[in-house]
């Protein structure tokens, strides 16, 4: 002590108590938002797994789709066909 009171001691090192106080808890809340962060970026990771698999799935839908879409076409054609050979044959 320097000769004065120790109410004056301490009210000199009030400045460095309060920013030692405000630096303990703003590394507190980082440390937190550092967890939150890290589910926050598993959670996005997980989600866009789960929308890479129904992505997949819906391509592969949309081929399928195509196919059956292909095989109507191609059924069609050949009912049109048969529709002409009927036709043909009623008129003979």
């Given at each position: 002590?320097?000769?004065?009171?120790?109410?004056?001691?301490?009210?000199?090192?009030?400045?460095?108590?309060?920013?030692?106080?405000?630096?303990?808890?703003?590394?507190?809340?980082?440390?937190?938002?550092?967890?939150?962060?890290?589910?926050?970026?598993?959670?996005?990771?997980?989600?866009?797994?789960?929308?890479?698999?129904?992505?997949?799935?819906?391509?592969?839908?949309?081929?399928?789709?195509?196919?059956?879409?292909?095989?109507?076409?191609e059924q069609q054609s050949q009912i049109a066909q048969l529709h002409a050979y009927i036709?043909k044959l009623e008129n003979s």
């Amino acid at each position: 002590m320097n000769g004065t009171s120790p109410l004056a001691d301490l009210i000199s090192y009030l400045p460095y108590l309060v920013v030692a106080f405000f630096a303990y808890q703003i590394g507190k809340s980082n440390g937190q938002s550092e967890g939150h962060q890290s589910a926050r970026n598993q959670a996005d990771q997980n989600l866009q797994a789960e929308y890479n698999k129904i992505q997949e799935k819906l391509s592969e839908a949309q081929t399928t789709i195509k196919g059956y879409k292909q095989t109507v076409v191609e059924q069609q054609s050949q009912i049109a066909q048969l529709h002409a050979y009927i036709d043909k044959l009623e008129n003979s």
